[in-house]
């Protein structure tokens, strides 16, 4: 069974940086794209980012160079670098992953507060 857990999330002032990791087990990593969300309280969850197998990636409007997504394959991880983080990025990040097919796998979900 696909296994995935978030780490790296927390308190930062604006215009701070974070880097959440999503540690994969329980399959091939490599046959996953992955993709980053983040829910608010009382909204949608909104994709953030995608990276598919090479890494193609994606992102929604609102973190365009500022975010960026990357997967280290030896270590079955993907990571989510988010640099001028803004209070509206404050959110719980959820790891995805999943190929046409296949079931979508989620994590445990982490939170990123931005705030002074």
């Known amino acids: 069974q696909v296994k995935l857990v978030e780490s790296g999330g927390g308190l930062v002032q604006p215009g701070g940086s974070l880097r959440l990791s999503c540690a994969f087990s329980g399959g091939i990593f490599g046959f996953y794209a992955i993709k980053w969300f983040r829910q608010v309280p009382g909204e949608q969850r909104e994709v953030v980012a995608a990276i598919g197998n090479p890494g193609r990636t994606t992102y929604v409007d609102s973190v365009k160079g500022r975010f960026t997504i990357s997967r280290d394959n030896a270590k079955d991880t993907a990571y989510l670098q988010m640099n001028n983080l803004k209070p509206e990025d404050t959110a719980t990040y959820y790891c995805?992953?999943?190929?046409?097919?296949?079931?979508?796998?989620w994590g445990q979900g982490i939170q990123v507060t931005v705030s002074s």
């Open positions: 995805n992953a999943g190929y046409p097919g296949s079931p979508n796998y």
